[in-house]
């Protein structure tokens, strides 16, 4: 595996401008709601003039890429998924030149976006990863330990942690220990984000740079106040 630094590097090559960025986006969605796939260029390439509507088209309008102005910090993060680069909210601000908050928004909108990627077969009590969650959300109860958002289901969360099928547990096993090593603890809110970042990691064939741009430009957008009052079920879909 590629260094780090390497990566960044490969990344400059492919990509040493907006122009390019865009570029690639509009080869991956290059067509206008009329139909055409003419258009001329404008500006750094982010908007073309479609030749047969007459119409200024955007080529992230509609996407979760909708109103991003640091599109090549976004790419940039893409790349180093898709190149098999597993990282916390603070190691990838360093990594692509974003804020820490910005950083964690655009994080939890990819997660939100790998929520429909998760099969619907495997699943299992959010109580079963009550090890993991020790920091708080809105859904805390007041003055309660963070885990208390779990312990709902009484005394059948613990009887189903205990009875769970062989293929659950290796998944919960395995899951418990990527988000440790990367993010200690999370909150309850966010639990199944987490879990769904994995259907990305642990899929690299499927989740080429190609791929995750498709996905993106494919989907609607995502907003801060989604991101805000998403709450995970208490059922947590596994990969």
């Keep these: 595996m590629k260094s780090l630094q390497q990566a960044l590097a490969d990344f400059d090559v492919m990509f040493p401008d907006k122009k390019a960025i865009f570029s690639a986006l509009w080869l991956l969605r290059g067509r206008c709601s009329c139909g055409s796939i003419e258009f001329v260029v404008k500006d750094d390439g982010r908007t073309r003039r479609c030749k047969g509507c007459k119409s200024r088209v955007s080529v992230t309008a509609g996407t979760v890429f909708d109103r991003v102005r640091k599109i090549s910090a976004w790419l940039r993060a893409l790349w180093l998924l898709a190149s098999g680069f ?3 909210a603070a190691q990838m601000s360093k ?3 974003l804020c820490l908050s910005s950083t964690w ?3 939890q909108r990819f997660r939100l976006l790998s929520l429909g990627e998760l099969p619907d077969e495997l699943s299992s009590l959010a109580f079963a990863f009550i090890d993991l969650v ?5 859904e805390t109860p007041e003055h309660c330990h963070p885990s208390a958002s779990l312990q ?3 005394d059948f969360g613990w009887a189903e ?3 769970l099928p062989a293929e659950a547990e290796l998944a919960i096993k395995a899951t418990s220990g990527f988000i440790r090593n990367l993010f200690q603890t999370v909150s309850y809110k966010y639990l199944q ?3 769904a970042e994995l259907a990305f990691v642990w899929n690299k064939e499927r989740w080429s740079l190609s791929a995750l741009l498709s996905l993106c430009l494919n989907a609607a957008p995502i907003t801060r ?3 805000l009052d998403y709450v995970s079920p208490q059922r947590i879909r596994l990969v």
Excluded: C, L, T, W
């Design 225 to 227: 106040k989604d991101i």
């Design 152 to 154: 709902r289901d009484g």
């Design 105 to 107: 928004e655009m994080m």
């Design 86 to 88: 597993n990282m916390s």
């Design 193 to 195: 984000p987490y879990v």
């Design 95 to 97: 990594a692509v030149g």
């Design 161 to 163: 942690k205990a009875h």
């Design 134 to 138: 020790a920091r708080r959300s809105r």
